[in-house]
């Protein structure tokens, strides 16, 4: 594809950028990070496809009361993570890794708070 620009007549092509999906690997982090700090909770791959599959982590119990559950999705930035918490999504934000996404799970957990200041949807 080639983008056109007015002027001297320069044109450009786009790349495409494909981020590869989530998987075993990141699943396998996110289950050891979790169980470093808090072995009451869980992770797993989750989706209909492994073009789409997202990582869910929830307590053992499933338990709202015990705390939210978190959404890990890859995005070709990044890692979106997104809180759900008495049937609300919130977006938690974009992280430039993995690592990243955990430090703002474990900061969540530790302080019971969600780590963002977005409005929260319904979930449908």
């Known amino acids: 594809m080639t983008v056109k620009r007015t002027g001297v007549g320069t044109t450009q092509s ?30 797993e791959l989750d989706g209909i496809c ?4 997202t990582i869910v982590a929830v307590p053992e119990s499933g338990d709202d009361e015990v705390g939210p559950s ?16 008495w049937d609300t ?3 938690a934000g974009l992280f430039a890794s993995l690592a990243d996404v955990m430090i703002a799970v ?5 302080l019971d708070v969600v780590p963002s200041h977005r409005e929260p949807r319904a979930i449908h």
């Open 106 to 110: 474990r900061q969540c957990l530790s």
């Open 70 to 85: 978190f959404v890990i999705s890859r995005e070709s930035c990044g890692y979106r993570l997104d809180q759900v918490h």
């Open 50 to 53: 492994t073009d789409e599959a």
């Open 14 to 43: 786009a790349a495409l950028i494909r981020a590869e999906p989530i998987g075993l690997t990141e699943l396998r982090f996110v289950r050891d990070v979790l169980a470093e700090f808090d072995p009451d909770w869980t992770a």
């Open 89 to 91: 999504i919130r977006d």
